[in-house]
């Protein structure tokens, strides 16, 4: 299976900290998609990184990619209480599919 | 929601029945795609649509059958509902294929199998 792995599953940060995490996948891909869910409601993409891209920007969001070590980085900076939600990295496998993450779930404590 | 929704949004049902679900979308794209999601599980694909009547299975498509007669409607059918069906349906659709583009998704469908 192509899933990435999103580490830390859980993060619990107060309000205007920064928050990090991790994707792990097995295989080579062309990109990684980052999805953002909100309790209750449907995935919203967030960015989408090429392979050869090492790092984009969008915002509040910072996403890097390190192909060599086959993992991502999704940063939120100055977070807020909006940005509670789980978050899912996502790669590409077969034909037109994409294998999402477990998933890691963020409280923004105000 | 980027013009995607989905019928019914909750439903309950006993084991054994038929159940179907529908994604509807008013964005005219080609690709749509049926997920399940679980605790512990993530999302997991169930079947995929890359265009009218064309469609393929996914990683758990065991006991579900799509069908997708136009562009703008894609149907989730379970033939004999079963406890372990119990589970959050999610639609998406794309306008290229998904594995490299975004995916939009609808608000979702809770389905209880009793």
Redesign the interface.
Known sequence: ?Q?GEEDPQALSIQEGENATMNCSYKTSI??L?WYRQNS??????LI?IRSNEREKHSGRLRVTLDTSKKSSSLLITASRAADTASY?CAT????????????NQVVVIP | DAGITQSPRHKVTETGTPVTLRCHQTENHRYMYWYRQDPGHGLRLIHYSYGVKDTDKGEVSDGYSVSRSKTEDFLLTLESATSSQTSVYFCAISDTSGAYNEQFFGPGTRLTVL
């Open positions: 299976s899933q062309n990109n998609q209750g409601r449907g995935l919203v993409h989408l899912f590409p496998y077969g034909n037109n599919r994409l294998a999402f993450g477990k998933g």
